[in-house]
């Protein structure tokens, strides 16, 4: 395949999403709208990507800047419509060869397969080539006029005929061309519309009146969905969802009731794997083969083990780590700690900025006290250590291999390995003192109804 060279038009405001964050900003399984298009753009071997803005759009350049920082970045500074968008880019294609593709940056489910269609055809020799799609209801579209395998115009739904709003073939987010002919004809567009705008789409007819060869491919529907309001956002979300449970199942991941599971673009999922109702995986997530995911269970930015189980109703934060055969239990949040092989967090715990070591047993209510008011610091526990329920840990302190922790203890100093560590004030008894303390608030409660 020739060097693909692909211009992302992202410099729409989507006043539609009533939000103060620019459109495709707003994200679908974790991941801004437009980084969705450049991983596409990227995934599809553009050997180049360029995002043209708008104006004050600088939040766009950073979120898109981090997620793939060799994309170079040009501003519309005056809002002229699709066509000179694309000349903004100039820098791009002004010397460039091979193809240049322009890819609208507002279509979530976009894939790096969709480019194939329209970049065969151009490897067969057409001079242009543009991605179409067959929607339920084409209102609104871009509606394709051709003639045969030739694609003769796009002509925009309130610009076209009765007869060619029946058309059902209409324009996606993709058109192509061979290097050499977009610059013979993007500087031809001339605003002949109500808007007085340059529109990208004109080029077809262009192209066709300049005896270029333009012709065209058909992507499915959802892969070419666009958001331009909130319904749109929440459609594309379910039908990323979709998607993802789909690939996952037919990896071998097991869903026990797949609707109410929830997966990041970036989600790692080993075979094997058993993901029970209502779990929630954030950004940055991988999953060893045979682990267990318990109900409603949240988990994001962590690592977890083969063979190891998690929840139900746990919460991994970022940079938490399990290692193989690991058990985090039921109302446990664990955030930038390792829990080590075949190690035990069962329940009702907080660990973080901890390091627990290999079949460590952390008891309930147990609390890694790692935050002074000022700065975090570390707390270590060593292999087979035993943590008794209700105990907290004052950061920094290392509880050394094999060591117990009493029950109810407040452990400020290190404690050695094999010791047994108690740190709570001696129990007292004494006898027959409950009837009195009995018989005080009863005298109070009286007092107080007299009163009432």
Request: aromatic share 6%; charged share 25%.
């Amino acid at each position: 395949m020739a060097e693909l060279l692909s211009i992302i038009l992202a410099a729409g405001e989507g006043t539609r999403m009533r939000s103060a964050v620019p459109k495709v900003l707003h994200r679908v399984g974790g991941l801004p709208i437009v980084s969705h298009v450049v991983r596409a753009a990227l995934g599809a071997g553009s050997s180049r990507v360029a995002v043209v803005t708008g104006p004050g759009h600088g939040s766009v350049r950073d979120a898109v800047g981090a997620f793939a920082p060799e994309v170079c970045f040009f501003e519309q500074t005056e809002r002229r419509g699709t066509a000179h968008a694309a000349t903004m880019a100039r820098e791009l294609w002004r010397d460039g060869e091979g193809y240049v593709a322009i890819v609208y940056g507002d279509h979530p489910l976009l894939r790096g397969e969709n480019f194939e269609g329209i970049i065969a055809r151009l490897d067969e020799g057409w001079d242009a080539a543009i991605l179409g799609f067959e929607p339920a209801d084409p209102t609104g579209y871009g509606r394709f006029i051709t003639d045969g395998e030739r694609l003769l115009a796009i002509r925009e739904h309130k610009d076209a005929s009765e007869e060619e709003r029946r058309i059902g073939l209409c324009n996606a987010c993709i058109l192509a061309f061979r290097a050499d002919a977009f610059r013979d004809l993007i500087g031809r567009v001339e605003p002949n519309n109500a808007q007085g705008e340059y529109y990208v789409t004109d080029l077809v007819e262009l192209a066709n009146d300049a005896g270029y060869k333009v012709g065209y491919a058909v992507a499915p529907e959802r892969d070419v969905m666009g958001v331009n309001d909130r319904a749109q956002l929440a459609r594309a979300e379910a039908l990323f969802q979709e998607l993802r449970r789909e690939d996952f199942m037919a990896a071998g991941v097991t869903l026990r009731d797949p609707k109410t599971v929830y997966f990041s673009w970036d989600t790692e999922i080993g075979r094997d794997v058993v993901i029970e109702p209502s779990v929630v995986f954030g950004p940055g997530v991988t999953v060893g083969e045979g682990a267990v995911i318990h109900a409603f269970s949240h988990i994001e930015g962590a690592t977890i083990g083969v063979g190891a189980s998690v929840g139900p109703f746990a919460r991994l934060r970022p940079e938490a780590r399990l290692e193989d055969g690991a058990k985090v239990g039921n109302f446990v949040e664990v955030k930038k700690a390792n829990i080590g092989k075949g190690a035990k967090v069962n329940h009702l715990t907080y660990i973080g900025d901890a390091d627990v070591g290999p079949h460590a047993n952390i008891g309930a209510g147990t609390v890694t006290c790692n935050y002074d008011g000022v700065t975090k610091s570390r707390i270590m526990i060593g292999a087979n250590a035993f943590i008794g329920s209700n105990s907290s840990l004052v950061a920094p302190v290392e509880i050394g291999e094999g060591a117990y922790v009493g029950s109810g203890s407040v452990i400020t100093r290190n404690v050695e390995p094999g010791a047994l560590a108690i740190g709570r004030a001696r129990q007292e008894n004494k006898p027959g003192y409950a009837a009195k303390i009995r018989a005080r608030a009863e005298a109070v409660k009286k007092s107080k109804a007299s009163k009432g």
